[in-house]
């Protein structure tokens, strides 16, 4: 310890204190002094003897802490060092480009950083936003001939309540919409639904307009949508409109075609001549359909304003959507040319429909102008409710005609044209025919519109009839996990077939097809309510022979109505609702494709349609499909593929009429 004044220090202490001229500035060494060096006190300077100092020049204190550089200091840098020799130091070109070198590393460190992040965001594969779709893309529709869904009051006849009833068991069923046969009133005792004499009312048969509005409210309670028939192509003979417009004085006069002679050879579809002559006013009228059913006349204002009131009626009821019926025969040549014979069918008695080939009656470019009306039309009525409202429409004929219905010179149609090539599939069809008529469909699809894929209807012989059960169950996967709409008929899902019931006239109600549905495998199939003896159904009930009823198949995980239930639970995944579409292997045997969507689980849906056993490798025909995958789901007719289990994509075997559903995970694409 040193002792201010004092002429020595001890060697001993790591620091020496200075008190200089009571200035309070204490100069601190991190160095121990040496034994033999003391503290010299001057008249005006102190002197450090040290290693690092000169002992004769010292460190001088002059002018009132004005220090002079010691003249023996070294020139290397050292911890300690003060502000001005860091400074002087810190100068020399060395440290003056190695700052630069620095600096220069963490800038360009920086610069290379920056384009690295961009350059990834701009090459790297970003995942897209989910497709906006509709509801009416994401359901099942499921079409109703409602006199033989289910009768709720033991008349025989099916009924608006009936369906009422059952609304729990299509939504078990997964069933997103109900599209109903016409419900109009009609003439009473009437041959077919079409004898519309009011398009506002409801038959009496079928129940009332309250009854309507019940089975509407119901459906939308349960998240479902309701959509009715559209009829504007004809009504019945029966109608106030008609039997005004057989006044020649009437302001209906020209609601329907009239011509004062028979005007040229065309052709009803029921055969003989489309031209009926009218007693009342002397004229011959138009009917393309039945005699009783006039052909309304679109090409007028008056009626076009009526069809519109028409929708507009049920639109405000809450009705989500339409199926227009009959909409190739709304116009006919404006001139009424005759038509020329078909080429195909020249064998044919010359008073048979087909005789003719149809250019002037069916089909014609006015309905695309119609249908984009009504879809307008829809579109601001939706617009107005914040809720889109369904149109679709059938239509027989060639591709060409079938896609001009989505729209035609860029005007909005249809949301589609049902595909009715899908009922041309029978029993035996190979891989090849069933991806022909998927291909048809989706390699001729306008850009932006939706598919749809047809089980059957109240028109068609039923699927499971047509295909056999092992081949229906191969087409229901397929349909409900392609793009697209799937559509099918009131008990395909259990397997229905047609009645014994021999095909009669195509405009009589009974036809084989449209047997009461079969609830249970009582006498009646539980069809009529609370009815066990003696009961009177307005058509037989199919004895469903080798299948089961739908009681019996709620209970069976084997059943077709479990895979159908399955099978729409599955189509809720975001790769099958708006994921992308890639065929895979397809042959003689086999239809396949891929179906994924960035960030989400991909799928494989392999599909054999060929009697015997397949194996195919798959890993090669899309860059996502994995070595292994999950079995997802199957349609139960292998014995080696189980759900939960795990299948080789690379030797992928499949059963006769077995199809699968594989999953992996969802893997980023490298760049």
Wanted: proline residues 4%; glycine residues 8%.
């Amino acid at each position: 310890m040193s002792t201010l004044g004092s002429d020595t220090v001890t060697t001993s202490e790591v620091a020496t204190e200075l008190e200089m001229d009571k200035t309070g500035i204490y100069i601190v060494s991190h160095k121990p002094l040496d034994s033999d060096t003391g503290l010299r006190k001057r008249d005006d300077a102190v002197s450090y003897d040290n290693p690092g100092f000169n002992s004769d020049s010292g460190l001088k204190l002059k002018n009132e802490h004005n220090y002079d550089r010691p003249t023996g200091f070294s020139d290397t840098p050292y911890r300690g060092m003060g502000k001005e020799d860091l400074l002087r130091h810190s100068s020399k070109p060395l440290w003056r480009r190695l700052r630069y070198v620095c600096m220069s590393i963490i800038l360009l460190g920086w610069l290379a950083l920056i384009i690295t992040v961009v350059a990834l965001v701009l090459i790297y594969p970003r995942c897209r936003a989910p497709r906006q779709h509709e509801w009416w893309q994401k359901t099942v529709v499921y079409r109703i001939y409602v006199r033989s869904f289910q009768d709720s009051n033991g008349d025989g006849v099916g009924d608006i309540k009936g369906i009422t009833q059952r609304l729990d068991y299509l939504s078990e069923l997964g069933v997103g919409t109900i599209s109903l046969s016409p419900v109009f009133e009609t003439v009473p005792n009437a041959d077919t639904e079409f004898d519309v004499t009011n398009h506002k009312a409801i038959a009496s048969e079928y129940g009332t307009l309250a009854d309507f509005e019940s089975l509407l409210n119901e459906t939308h309670s349960r998240g479902m949508q309701l959509l009715l028939d559209f009829i504007p192509n004809l009504t019945s003979d029966q109608h106030v409109w008609f039997q005004e417009s057989r006044n020649p004085s009437s302001p209906k006069k020209n609601f329907y075609v009239w011509q004062k002679d028979k005007p040229n050879n065309w052709l009803s579809v029921y055969g003989d001549s489309a031209w009926a002559n009218d007693s009342s006013r002397g004229e011959y009228y138009l009917h393309q359909l039945r005699v009783d059913q006039p052909d309304l006349n679109l090409r007028s204002s008056e009626v076009k304003d009526e069809l519109q009131a028409i929708l507009q009626f049920w639109l405000e009821k809450g009705v989500d959507g339409f199926y227009i019926r009959g909409s190739g025969y709304l116009f006919e040549d404006y001139d009424l040319r005759d038509e020329m014979p078909s080429s195909a069918n020249l064998t044919q008695n010359p008073n048979d429909y087909d005789y003719l080939n149809h250019t002037y009656t069916y089909g014609l470019r006015e309905i695309n102008d119609m249908l984009a009306r009504w879809r307008y039309f829809l579109d601001e009525f939706g617009n107005k409710t914040n809720k889109y409202r369904m149109l679709f429409a059938d239509i027989m004929g060639a591709t060409e005609l079938t896609m001009s219905y989505y729209g035609y010179f860029n005007r909005d149609g249809v949301d589609f044209p049902l595909n009715r090539f899908c009922l041309d599939l029978k029993q035996g069809d190979d891989g090849n025919v069933v991806s022909g008529v998927v291909s048809r469909w989706m390699d001729n699809l306008p850009a932006g519109r939706w598919a749809n894929w047809m089980g059957g209807d109240e028109n068609s012989n039923r699927i499971a009839g047509r295909l056999g059960g092992n081949m229906t169950r191969a087409f229901l996967m397929l349909s409900m996990l392609l793009p697209g709409t799937p559509f099918y008929y009131y008990g395909d899902e259990i397997g229905m077939v047609n009645s014994d019931l021999a095909p009669g006239n195509a405009w009589e109600r009974q036809q084989p097809m449209r047997a009461p549905m079969r609830w249970d495998n009582s006498t009646y199939g539980g069809f009529p309510s609370n009815c066990t003896v003696g009961c009177t159904t307005w058509m037989t009930v199919n004895d469903f022979t080798g299948q089961n009823a739908v009681e019996i198949q709620k209970t069976s995980k084997s059943s077709l109505m479990h895979l159908f239930k399955n099978l729409t639970k599955l189509r809720g995944q975001a790769s099958f609702e708006y994921g992308d579409y890639f065929r895979s292997v397809v042959d003689s045997s086999v239809m396949s494709f891929v179906r994924e969507y960035d960030g989400e689980k991909g799928f494989l849906v392999a599909i054999n349609f060929g009697s015997g056993t397949e194996t195919r490798k798959y890993t090669d025909t899309h860059d996502t499909i994995p070595e292994s995958a999950d079995v997802e789901l199957t349609t139960e007719n292998g014995v080696k593929l189980q759900v939960g289990g795990t299948a080789q994509c690379a030797s992928l075997e499949l059963g006769p009429y077995q199809g699968v559903v594989l999953s992996w995970e969802y893997v980023a694409k490298e760049l």
